[in-house]
């Protein structure tokens, strides 16, 4: 008879304890251990718990071949750039966002489209068959390469995947998947390592591309271990909310390709629809003649994409002014609103502060600098920035505007839309290989590109 212990475990990095513990001692997170019971005789043997062996023998560099290497291509032209050309035979990719933002619907589409190239198993651990199948009529997947499965248990889908032998496996989601020689409930830390760490293997050994549809957390993070994030070989995650209507896949990691990649989807009546020109759609309802409204141009990955920045300023009713932000770095908000008081002199102390990008966006390098400290100025100031003009660059703590990479691709995307003129820092000029027809004015200063923007 097996005798059982009791462990307390981390629900955010996996640490254990022999005791609960109201703060972790590893990542810090409060009230997340969870006791869970286990077997002497399973701790021990880990060899048990593994239903699939994977090993290789030992080669030179020289002798590998790399001829199974080649992508497979879902014709989703927003999926294949952000994962760098298309799905790698043998990955295991990881999916997450908040309920009901779409996870389900773009895997059915991805799985239509890769049905042609092998067999998909997709196993749904959330829905019946008839649920999953009523949701593929309508989003008119019929394909018969693709097989379904309503399960749970890690046993029966090693079975199923033995069985049938997929090119590609859809796993909805690791959160519902258990290990059946674990006694933790499906979920918990200890099970969704052991059921990821089993199904890398199966990915490796026989060479299957494995797609894991992943729980958040109520703070926005992925559900379980932080472990999870380091087996798999792509985290893809839907980082907008579900009320909006274009979402938003930003790739987080990517062992085969490039990372913070997007892909940019509409959610409509017959599913996801690729958006194939992100910048018309964010300035489609641009408002012209309103004051504290600039255009900016921002980098996800290798892509420029033009986007709106708007900013409010109101006096404030109360003693200690509000600063909201949407869609950029709340700090880097706080941090130019002091170098504008105390560089340009604006009486900001008491004024109400709202920065938003619009669309939903969230941004996250510093060339977004200049033209949110422009669109501040504007509101504050009730000038309206011409419509024509495009703004980008870092600002400094001494209001000197630093240079910023890929110029040349920010400029010819801004052409492409109609823009004629743009306000960039001036150690960009140097070596600037741009050839288009936009004017260029460089900066060195916040005080200066005022100026500028003004006249």
């Known amino acids: 008879m097996k005798k059982q212990k009791t462990k307390f475990l981390c629900q955010q990095c996996g640490y254990e304890s022999v005791q609960w513990l109201g703060k972790c001692s590893s990542c810090g997170a409060w009230n997340s251990f969870v006791e869970e019971k286990f077997s002497v005789q399973t701790k021990t043997c880990s060899t048990a718990r593994q239903l699939t062996g994977f090993s290789s023998e030992v080669l030179k560099l020289n002798d590998i071949s790399v001829k199974d290497f080649s992508r497979y291509q879902t014709k989703i032209r927003e999926f294949d750039n952000m994962i760098g050309g298309g799905v790698v035979p043998g990955s295991l990719i990881l999916l997450g966002g908040a309920p009901g933002i779409g996870k389900s619907t773009l895997m059915l589409h991805i799985s239509d489209a890769l049905s ?30 693709i097989f379904l499965a309503s399960e749970t248990n890690l046993q029966n889908i090693v079975d199923a995947i033995n069985k049938i032998e997929p090119r590609f496996l859809v796993i909805d989601s690791i959160q519902t998947t258990y290990h059946p020689e674990l006694t933790g409930a499906p979920g918990t830390v200890g099970q969704v390592r052991e059921t990821a ?32 994030e380091h087996i798999v070989d792509t985290v893809l995650y839907f980082e907008n909310e579900r009320q909006h209507t274009y979402r938003i896949l930003r790739s987080y990691k990517n062992r085969f390709g490039p990372t913070s990649e997007i892909g940019i989807f509409e959610m409509n009546s017959t599913g996801l629809r690729e958006v194939s020109n992100p910048s018309l759609i964010f300035l489609g309802e641009r408002v012209m003649n309103a004051a504290g409204n600039i255009v900016t141009v921002a980098m996800e990955g290798t892509r420029p994409i033009l986007l709106e920045v708007q900013a409010l300023v109101a006096r404030t009713a109360f003693g200690l002014p509000r600063r909201m932000v949407s869609g950029y770095d709340a700090n880097r908000i706080i941090i130019l609103i002091a170098v504008l008081e105390k560089r340009l002199y604006l009486p900001l102390a008491t004024q109400d502060i709202f920065v938003n990008i619009a669309g939903g966006v969230k941004v996250k390098e510093t060339s977004v600098d200049l033209a949110a400290a422009c669109a501040i100025v504007s509101a504050n100031s009730n000038f309206v920035c011409p419509k024509d003009v495009i703004v980008f660059g870092e600002v400094g703590l001494a209001g000197e505007i630093r240079s910023v990479a890929l110029v040349s691709e920010r400029l010819a995307e801004a052409e492409k839309l109609g823009f004629k003129k743009a306000i960039i820092p001036k150690g960009n000029l140097k070596n600037l290989s741009y050839k288009g027809k936009i004017e260029t004015f460089g900066t060195e200063t916040l005080d200066r590109a005022i100026k500028i923007l003004r006249n």
């Open 197 to 228: 760490a089993e199904l890398l293997r199966i990915a490796k050994s026989k060479n299957i591309t494995v797609f894991l549809l992943g729980h958040v957390t109520k703070e926005g993070d992925l559900a379980g271990p932080r472990v999870l």
């Open 116 to 145: 042609d190239q092998g067999i998909v198993l997709y196993i749904s651990g959330e829905e019946s068959l008839s649920q999953v199948k009523s949701r593929a009529e309508r989003l008119k997947v019929k394909k018969d390469n």
